[in-house]
Structure formats: structure tokens, C-alpha cells
């Protein structure tokens, strides 16, 4: 998963980091990060993960996976028929869904542009959960530290939060984390 640039600027912002600095740190100019921010190049992913990595260097965050988690969790079953799928992600507004089997355990999760190759392409009356999920992302605890999160979505838009049965507690979204550290940045002390 690439990871969505304007995100990345936010994170710069959180950790108090300039352009120029941030360039810096990372070994490339500062109209390279500009371009990076604006989506005018697509950076090797080796790049992404260095400038991800130093920002993460500079966010410190003592909180854990359950304090920003969404749950319960919007699922879908594997069996269930595409209508019902996209019911659900229109009236809940998400983007991805992830899939359960008949114990409740995850199997897998459906994201919406792979939802929509899949339509295009396929006879839609017989696509069910099962035919139409992608692996799932990370799976972690509900005690785990934000900042391993972070190092996540360096690759990955979402994780999900499990008990020990692999049965969803939560789940967390870049969007999520960057409302969180923006709020967590806020409310710091100056």
C-alpha cells in the first residue's frame, strides 16, 4: 500500500520538523520532500520508509492501540453477497471491511478499490466475501504502544486489533492515528 503523501506532510507537522529539516535528516533536498508532499513524484519505497522512520524518531507517544481504536468492528461474513458488502461500507462510510468466518475469527479484508477491480471485472451476482477479500493487514493487540503502530503505516493504510482468538476488537486507520497525534500534539504541553 503506497502510502498517501499529504499524511506524511501531517506527520512532519506533528514532530516540529520543516521541510528543510526533515530533508536533512534524511540525506535529500528540501524541494525533494516539497515534491513528495505535493505528490509530484513517487519516491522509491526505500525513501518513504527512511523519512518515515525519522519522523518517527520524533513522536513520542506513551498510548496504546485501544485508546484510539473504532470498535465494535464493522464486519462482513465470507459468505455474504457483494450487495450486502457494499450496503454496509455506504452506510457506515468505510473504505474497507474486514471478513469473518462462521466462528467470528478473521480471515481476511476487503478494500474498496479492490471491491471495484473486482466488479469491473467479474459477474457480480456471484462474488461473495470469500471471492473478493485480500490478506489480512497486521493484526496486534489492544495493549499495543503507538509507536510500533506508526511503523505500520509506513506500508499498510490499516490495522486491526485482535483478542488471542483472532476475533476483532478494533481497528485503526492512518486517518485515525494522524486525528489522534494531531489532538495528542495539542493538548501537549508548550
Request: charged share 25%.
Amino acid at each position: 500500500m503506497i502510502p498517501d503523501f499529504s499524511e506524511l506532510k501531517k506527520l512532519r507537522q506533528i514532530a516540529g520538523l520543516t521541510q528543510a529539516e526533515l530533508a536533512k535528516r534524511v540525506g535529500v533536498s528540501q524541494s525533494f520532500i516539497a515534491k513528495i508532499e505535493n505528490g509530484k513524484i513517487d519516491p522509491k519505497f526505500s525513501v518513504i520508509k527512511k523519512i518515515y522512520d525519522e519522523l518517527l524518531l520524533m513522536i513520542n507517544v506513551q498510548d496504546t492501540a485501544e485508546k484510539i481504536m473504532h470498535s465494535p468492528v464493522i464486519v462482513s461474513h465470507e459468505k455474504d453477497d457483494i450487495f450486502s458488502i457494499v450496503n454496509k461500507m455506504e452506510n457506515y462510510n468505510i473504505s474497507q471491511i474486514p471478513v469473518v468466518n462462521n466462528d467470528e475469527k478473521l480471515i481476511g479484508i476487503i478494500y474498496d478499490y479492490v471491491l471495484l477491480r473486482k466488479i469491473i471485472s467479474n459477474n457480480i451476482k456471484k462474488l461473495t466475501a470469500s471471492k473478493v477479500m485480500s490478506p489480512l493487514p497486521p493484526l496486534i493487540q489492544k495493549t499495543e504502544p503507538i509507536n510500533r503502530i506508526l511503523r505500520l503505516f509506513s506500508k499498510y493504510s490499516v490495522v486491526l486489533v485482535i483478542d488471542d482468538k483472532l476475533h476483532p476488537l478494533g481497528i485503526i486507520t492512518r486517518s485515525d492515528l494522524i486525528g489522534f497525534l494531531v489532538k495528542y500534539k495539542l493538548e501537549e504541553p508548550q
